[in-house]
């Protein structure tokens, strides 16, 4: 597993809270990574935050042919309520 982060305090945290994780600062829409050596791609709320230009062009270079891309973000609720 490899977590990459624009942001050295985010990357620290995550390399002290799991053991054995490597921890790459990167730009995640330009990874330091192989063509085709990803199985998975995970984006929490950071997805829209990547240039738009290249991002998905970043993430199908980098993942193995029937390889996954899965995002998510948090929203407010409909009702307003916490």
Excluded: N, Y
């Excluded at 809270?17 to 085709?36: E, M, N, S, Y």
């Amino acid at each position: 597993m490899i977590a990459v982060d624009a942001g050295p305090a985010i990357l620290a945290v995550a390399a002290r809270r799991t053991p054995g994780l490597c921890c790459v600062f990167a730009d995640g829409a330009l990874l330091p990574v192989r063509d085709g050596a990803v199985d998975l791609i995970c984006f929490a709320q950071a997805w829209h935050w990547l240039a738009g230009a290249t991002r998905v062009i970043e993430a199908h270079r980098v993942l193995i042919e029937g390889g996954r891309w899965a995002a998510w973000w948090s929203h407010a609720r409909e009702d307003g309520k916490d």
